[in-house]
């Protein structure tokens, strides 16, 4: 069984079949914390590879690796130069940074192939075996976060990323995963509750300028916002599941019961926060962009927003999108305490 999509000069492949076998420059090992080995990948990886591995990351890591990060070993008698022993989250039900901590594990691996100068990897599917992460959601994510590397990183050198599947159903899953990225048209605005075209940062810390842009799918998709109505016609609420700020972005649609609805004011939640208003006002879905004098100035006072006049200020004052971001964090932290 094989798939595959070409991305710029890159190429990434669903392959069925043992990953201890793949003539690659780099293999993906699904460690633990510990890099102790165990069972799965990791123990058919170190049997295959020899002592020389477990010799290796016992001498180069004795603290071991934390979960979302991968450290790299030589591969031992495997047919490969490189071992990237990743660590993925175990599964607690998708509200303890899940998401973050599996894309950050993929992600890390393909840091690690383009610092190597590597032009393969193979990755099996993180996760997903004795750790119990869903393999649906979980290989969305590899599937996407491969991509996306690859598309932002067209210099990495990376020619060819495989994921090697255990068995025919996991290939299936990933085949689904894989489909949504080749076929992005044929997809749902959104995945939950009939919502679309929200837009979301997830800033970190205070004086952090680093900033991730997301859609409301994939917010969702990965758990990190979750949106509920409230029963009263001009607001919603929202969970923030991540332990990032979520900045949303004013200005778009949410479908929302019977109408569409437009966030009135630029909106943070704070780390973890559930059931944080979403002030909004209804409009007809044919005139939707014709917001006008409905921009709902009453809600800038609120220590949970940030106005979009404030944000405009900020972008004339400083001419500089990096500065208006840092602005931001520095709200949410006053906004914090």
């Known amino acids: 069984m094989f798939n595959s999509l070409q991305i710029g000069n890159s190429t990434l492949e669903l392959v069925l079949g043992d990953i201890t076998e793949?003539?690659?420059?780099?293999?993906?090992?699904?460690?633990?914390?510990?890099?102790?080995?165990?069972?799965?990948?990791?123990g058919a990886i170190h049997r295959r590879g020899?002592?020389?591995i477990m010799e290796e990351t016992r001498r180069n890591y004795p603290s071991g690796c934390p979960t979302g990060s991968a450290v790299p070993t030589r591969a031992g008698n495997l047919p490969a130069k490189?071992?990237?022993?990743?660590?993925?989250?175990?599964?607690?039900?998708?509200?303890?940074?899940?998401?973050?901590?599996?894309?950050?594990?993929?992600?890390?691996?393909?840091?690690?192939?383009?610092?190597?100068?590597?032009?393969?990897?193979a990755f099996?599917?993180?996760?997903?075996?004795?750790?119990?992460?869903?393999?649906?959601?979980?290989?969305?994510?590899?599937?996407?976060?491969?991509a996306d590397f690859l598309n932002e990183k067209p210099e990495s050198g990376i020619k060819t990323v495989r994921i090697c599947l255990f068995s025919g159903n996991d290939f299936?899953?990933?085949?689904?995963?894989?489909?949504?990225?080749?076929?992005?048209?044929?997809?749902?605005n959104s995945t939950q509750n009939g919502y679309k075209n929200l837009s979301v940062y997830l800033i970190q810390g205070n004086d952090t300028v680093r900033r991730e842009y997301?859609?409301?799918?994939?917010?969702?998709?990965?758990?990190?916002?979750?949106?509920?109505?409230t029963g009263n016609v001009g607001e919603?609420?929202?969970?923030?599941?991540?332990k990032h700020y979520i900045f949303i972005m004013s200005g778009d649609i949410v479908k929302g019961g019977r109408q569409d609805r437009t966030i009135a004011d630029d909106t943070i939640l704070k780390?973890?926060?559930?059931?944080?208003?979403?002030?909004?006002?209804?409009?007809?879905?044919?005139?939707?962009?014709?917001?006008?004098?409905?921009?709902?100035?009453?809600?800038?006072?609120?220590?949970?927003?940030?106005?979009?006049?404030?944000?405009?200020?900020?972008?004339?004052?400083?001419?500089?999108?990096?500065?208006?971001?840092?602005?931001?964090?520095?709200?949410?932290?006053?906004?914090?305490?």
């Open 50 to 52: 020899g002592v020389a």
């Open 172 to 188: 299936k899953v990933y085949e689904t995963a894989l489909g949504k990225i080749k076929n992005p048209s044929n997809v749902e």
């Open 82 to 121: 490189y071992v990237f022993h990743a660590v993925g989250p175990r599964w607690h039900g998708g509200r303890s940074g899940e998401v973050e901590a599996l894309r950050s594990a993929y992600r890390r691996c393909m840091e690690l192939a383009a610092e190597k100068k590597c032009d393969s990897i």
């Open 271 to 337: 780390p973890r926060a559930t059931k944080v208003p979403l002030h909004s006002f209804c409009v007809e879905q044919s005139r939707w962009h014709q917001r006008g004098h409905e921009s709902a100035a009453q809600f800038a006072s609120s220590k949970e927003m940030l106005s979009n006049r404030q944000l405009r200020r900020a972008a004339r004052s400083e001419r500089d999108q990096g500065r208006v971001w840092h602005e931001v964090a520095k709200y949410q932290y006053v906004a914090s305490n």
């Open 22 to 42: 793949q003539h690659v420059d780099a293999i993906v090992n699904a460690a633990n914390a510990q890099l102790a080995g165990g069972g799965g990948v990791d």
């Open 124 to 146: 099996p599917s993180i996760s997903t075996g004795a750790y119990g992460y869903p393999i649906d959601m979980a290989a969305t994510i590899a599937v996407k976060t491969i």
């Open 214 to 229: 997301v859609t409301l799918e994939e917010a969702m998709e990965r758990q990190l916002l979750v949106i509920h109505e």
């Open 236 to 242: 919603l609420s929202a969970d923030n599941n991540s």
